[in-house]
């Protein structure tokens, strides 16, 4: 318990010091002043999650939960499910592949679909896939990874199997509660396999990107969102790369950037865009759920962003973030993962402490 506790307690702090300039950007504007004629105003809710891993010893967990029978993840976000599902849109970067059997973890990763079908579960509906294990399991890998997620009706973005599904379906445009969203999502690089035709896989390019955001203007997005796979491993401040891109993106039109790949989370800042508006960028949010026990990356944060829209002017209304710590316990011999809530977690020893 007292480790527990020591550790949760950590990602708190972190997770304030990183994120310590998160809150309300702007207040909403729902009535006109000299004429009464009440403006409405319509929201929405946006979660982001980190780096969704599937190394071997998760994937023997998960075989445990499902009671030696099956593969079951459901466990695994039972307590985030809360955060995750009351959001309009929940994100994750899907850092392993569906490519089938035989399931392995680190460093090609594979792992049972039943993974997306937990997190579909918990609440994602968008995985974005340009990253560097994508191509983990080659071309066919990725392939069926991009099937997997088309059966379980899953918007995806980032890694397509022909440039003819690429030019149809990106930017990804979503529309929802009267917001018309574009997502455009970048890796890097894939590890040893690099992607090439008819595969495709979003790479940062800034002549690529300056187009794709030119794009999003004029398929007539409200609001353009990047996530974005970059940055050092391990590292909880991000780099000059990192910023360069940033500011290129946030010049170019972009509205708010989401980053992953460090396995621990990076800092939230406001920068200066392209109008008089700041963009908002978190430039990693750690890992979702993964093995990875060492400092800073045995957890993340949740990044929840609401905009509102106003006589068709969009705004960052507010956002705010939840940390939480993977657990990782023995179960007749078999680590099996837990993903807790700092925030609950401290609530439940308050009420503890209480009742002494």
Not at 5 to 27: D, T
Not at 58 to 72: E, F, P
Request: proline fraction near 3%; glycine fraction near 6%; charged fraction near 20%.
């Amino acid at each position: 318990m007292k480790s527990i506790l020591i550790s949760l307690f950590a990602f708190a702090c972190i997770a304030f010091f990183l994120f310590c300039n998160a809150g309300r950007v702007s207040e909403s504007i729902v009535a006109d002043s000299e004429t009464d004629n009440i403006a409405v105003t319509e929201s929405i809710r946006i979660v982001f999650a980190g780096d969704v891993m599937g190394h071997s010893t998760q994937i023997n967990g998960a075989w445990r939960d499902g009671g030696d029978s099956c593969y079951n993840f459901i466990p695994n976000f039972q307590w985030m499910k809360a955060y995750i599902s009351a959001a309009d849109i929940a994100v994750a970067n899907l850092e392993v592949t569906f490519a089938g059997e035989p399931y392995t973890g680190y460093p090609a990763f594979s792992s049972p679909q039943s993974l997306a079908v937990a997190l579909q579960d918990a609440g994602f509906n968008l995985l974005v896939t340009a990253n560097n294990h994508i191509m983990d399991r080659g071309v066919k890998g990725m392939e069926r990874t991009i099937d997997v997620l088309d059966s379980l009706r899953f918007l995806h973005t980032g890694s397509f199997k022909d440039s003819i599904s690429w030019k149809s379906n990106y930017p990804l445009i979503i529309q929802k509660n009267g917001f018309r969203l574009a997502f455009l999502n970048y890796s890097y690089g894939t590890n040893m396999l690099i992607a090439k035709p008819p595969a495709v896989v979003n790479y940062i390019d800034t002549i690529r990107m300056s187009v794709d955001l030119a794009k999003a203007r004029e398929l007539k997005a409200d609001y353009i969102i990047t996530c974005i796979h970059w940055g050092e491993e391990y590292k909880n401040q991000e780099n000059q790369s990192q910023r360069q891109i940033a500011e290129f993106l946030a010049r170019n039109g972009c509205n708010l950037i989401a980053g992953s790949h460090p396995h621990a989370i990076q800092p939230v800042k406001m920068i200066a865009g392209n109008t008089a508006d700041s963009v908002l960028v978190a430039y990693s949010l750690g890992n979702f759920v993964s093995n990875q026990r060492w400092r800073y990356s045995d957890g993340g944060v949740l990044l929840d962003v609401t905009l509102t829209k106003t006589n068709g002017v969009v705004n960052l209304d507010s956002y705010r973030y939840e940390p939480f710590w993977v657990r990782r316990y023995p179960d007749r011999g078999v680590q099996v993962y837990r993903l807790i809530p700092v925030s609950d977690y401290l609530v439940s020893l308050r009420k503890a402490h209480n009742q002494i």
